[in-house]
């Protein structure tokens, strides 16, 4: 598992995304997959920061691992009011899409909360043409 602690700031996706990409590639999975990770970090970091409070310190942790079928995403914030729902806005709205296309990207994704906090998590399917849109659990709490 490799984890980062980076700012709670909008840049911080880009740096995650930098980091992740570099990882996988350098492991050997697929371009297709490591395209699709991509997409998710920076989606998970760019909600962390737009909707929830940082961790102490003023921070994000985004941690990621390589399974034999998966990649697994995962990014810690300081938790808001709310948890995160995916929904499907409407085509003339400028945002809202984000955890809609995080979940159509992956096998499963969820939220747990940790103290204080909230991990939103992903897993991503490592082969290419194997995930089945219709299978993919929708977002749920995990105790």
């Known amino acids: 598992m490799t984890a980062v602690v980076l700012p709670h700031a909008p840049a911080s996706a880009a740096v995650a995304r930098r980091s992740l990409t570099s990882e996988l590639s350098a492991s050997g999975v697929s371009g297709g997959v490591v395209g699709d990770a991509a997409l998710v970090v920076s989606e998970l ?40 729902v995916a ?4 085509e003339a709205a400028i945002g809202g899409r984000g955890l809609s296309i ?18 939103v998590w992903a897993r991503i399917p490592r082969v290419q ?15």
């Not at 929904?87 to 409407?90: F, I, L, Q, S």
């Not at 979940?103 to 103290?115: D, K, N, P, Q, V």
């Not at 995930?131 to 977002?139: I, K, N, S, T, V």
């Open 87 to 90: 929904v499907h806005a409407d």
């Open 45 to 84: 970091v760019g909600n962390a920061v737009r909707h929830a409070s940082p961790l102490p310190g003023g921070a994000v942790r985004v941690e990621w691992s390589l399974h034999p079928d998966t990649v697994e995403i995962a990014v810690m914030d300081g938790g808001s009011s709310e948890l995160p």
């Open 102 to 119: 995080v979940e159509a990207l992956s096998r499963t994704l969820g939220t747990r909360r940790a103290g204080r906090g909230m991990v």
């Open 129 to 143: 043409g194997g995930r089945a849109r219709r299978g993919c659990e929708p977002l749920a709490a995990v105790p």
